[in-house]
Nanobody
Framework: QVRLVESGGGYVQGGGSLRLSCAAS????????MGWYRQTPEKQRELVAR???????NYADSVKGRFTISGDFAKNSILLEMDSLKPSDTAVYYC?????????????WGQGTQVTVSS
């Protein structure tokens, strides 16, 4: 099993910045990508940003130019820097790790951390 520990998040005024960190422990062999997803009561969980062990990143259109994801796969950790935050970014943010397991892929999830952006 992979355990994901998240930190960061909280409350910020619109236009402000926050940083989210996530570190994986346990059976971390085979992790090939990590990322952040978010969910609100009104919407399904959606991808925010993701980075592969090869350094490829992808972002939701709504956060491009405002959020930056970086990763250190030697330490199995990622960082999401969120700038110019908007009230629409308010959500529970979940760290995700995708790992290869004997020919299949498994997803692991953190507990989630609340991000609240006031208008």
């Amino acid at each position: 099993q992979v355990r994901l520990v998240e930190s960061g998040g909280g409350y910020v005024q619109g236009g402000g910045s926050l940083r989210l960190s996530c570190a994986a422990s346990g059976s971390t062999f085979g992790i090939n990508a990590m990322g952040w997803y978010r969910q609100t009561p009104e919407k399904q969980r959606e991808l925010v940003a993701r980075i592969t062990s090869g350094g490829t990143t992808n972002y939701a259109d709504s956060v491009k130019g405002r959020f930056t994801i970086s990763g250190d796969f030697a330490k199995n950790s990622i960082l999401l820097e969120m700038d110019s935050l908007k009230p629409s970014d308010t959500a529970v943010y979940y760290c995700n790790a995708n790992a290869e397991r004997t020919g299949a892929f498994a997803d692991y999830w953190g507990q989630g951390t609340q991000v609240t952006v006031s208008s």
